[in-house]
């Protein structure tokens, strides 16, 4: 027995952008049959399968584990995948990610991301051991073990899926280019609290220097509009409070903080 | 759009050989209840500003003379004067419920080998302190001690 699905007809708004054609961003309407299960993606890609092949935008596993989907939807960002059309009215706006370069119709430019990404070395810095096997050509140690207290410590930053909502909801992203931003900062400040790593010295300076945490004001919109809760907004203030703490032990011990 | 985002703001490192648009602030921004809280929080500051100037002035007033100090308590005494203060107290309030319910989620999951007290614990301390800092400033401004 198949049930019949419900399908209503909705004005989709779509920023449109030919970086060859277009001055500036302008908008294109749409009328989609939405059906009652559809996803704001489903309603994307109906647009571009059916109604007009040159939309482009970023989509992948359709799950909310690949983080390519994000946009701005009725000017909130979304996780399209994610995001039922049947939660808003018959007009719906969509538009690329707020606050990045617009590279056509709903992509964005990722370089900046992935830049300020790299940049708190997001990966387990290993300095001692780095050495010694430079030294005697070995392999020190294959396996780092960690328990699952040490685990929890970190676990809920590594959730992130790279979508980028949180910098299209940061109003310090918005005015500050410096500003590293909530995913960057979380991911650093997640592998400052994994047990194996040793290189939060190194992710301090950087916290510290020209992109610093200090610039975030704790608007918290970032963990509001974070589809996998990895609250970023408390990373990035943990990290501040990291950096606080590092600073004041460099007053009272002879060899400073971080030890 | 709600209007132009920093000119480079999450700009590449080199320019691409694609023209980008500018990128742009979210549209919610103005009109979403979260942003409007945000700025209310933040526009408090302005206030403080005032009252910082207040309290100088009364410093310097106190400073000019027994005659200097009543006048400015006469002038304290001015509608205008207590409702900046009514307007003083619930910006502080505001700002201090808002800073405490965003304040356990920054505490790091340990301080060295120390574990900072679950969220509800830090929580309902803050508000402890506050209270009890409260009671006993109002006890020493109305003389019931010292």
């Known amino acids: 027995m198949t049930s019949e699905l419900k399908t209503t007809t909705k004005t989709i708004v779509i920023t449109r952008f030919d970086p060859d054609r277009d001055e500036k961003p302008r908008k294109q309407e749409y009328q989609v049959p939405c059906e009652s299960n559809w996803k704001v993606l489903d309603a994307v890609n109906f647009i571009k399968d059916e109604i007009d092949a040159t939309v482009s935008h970023r989509w992948s596993c359709r799950m909310a584990v690949c983080g390519s989907c994000g946009m701005m939807v009725n000017g909130e960002p979304k996780l399209t995948c994610k995001t039922s059309i049947n939660d808003y009215d018959d007009r719906v706006d969509i538009e690329p990610l707020a606050n990045f370069p617009i590279v056509r119709d709903l992509v964005v430019e990722l370089d900046g991301f992935m830049h300020k990404f790299e940049s708190v070395k997001p990966w387990i810095v290993r300095a001692k051991e780095e050495a010694e096997d430079k030294a005697t050509r070995h392999p020190v140690k294959d396996t780092y073990n960690q328990s699952a207290a040490e685990l929890a410590e970190f676990k809920q930053f590594s959730m992130c899926i790279n979508c980028m909502l949180c910098y299209s909801a940061c109003p310090v992203v918005a005015n500050e280019p410096e500003f590293l931003g909530p995913a960057a900062i979380a991911l650093g400040h997640r592998y400052n609290l994994d047990s194996r790593d040793e290189g939060t010295e190194e992710r301090l300076d950087i916290f510290r220097g020209e992109g610093t945490v200090f610039s975030c004001s704790y608007a918290n919109e970032c963990s509001e509009v974070c ?30 903080g971080t030890q | 759009m709600a209007g132009p985002a920093h000119p480079d703001a999450m700009a590449p490192r080199k320019p691409g050989r694609t023209r980008t648009a500018p990128p742009q602030t979210p549209a919610s921004w103005w009109g979403s209840s979260r942003i409007r809280t945000y700025l209310l929080f933040d526009a408090t500051g302005i206030i403080y500003f005032l009252v910082g100037f207040l309290a100088i002035g009364l410093i310097s007033d106190l400073g000019n003379g027994p005659i200097a100090w009543h006048r400015a308590l006469e002038r304290l005494g001015n509608p205008i004067y207590i409702a900046f203060h009514v307007l003083s107290l619930a910006a502080v309030i505001f700002v201090a419920v808002r800073f405490f319910r965003l304040f356990p989620k920054a ?37 019931v001690i010292f």
């Open chain 1, 227 to 256: 589809p996998k809760n990895v609250d970023p907004a408390a990373a990035v203030n943990q990290a501040k409070f990291g950096a606080v703490i590092d600073w004041a032990k460099g007053l009272v011990l002879p060899r400073g």
């Open chain 2, 107 to 143: 505490q790091p999951p340990r301080i060295g080998p120390v574990a900072p007290p679950p969220g509800p614990v830090i929580h309902v301390t803050l508000y402890v302190v506050w209270i009890g800092i409260t009671v006993l400033m109002t006890a020493i401004l109305a003389g």
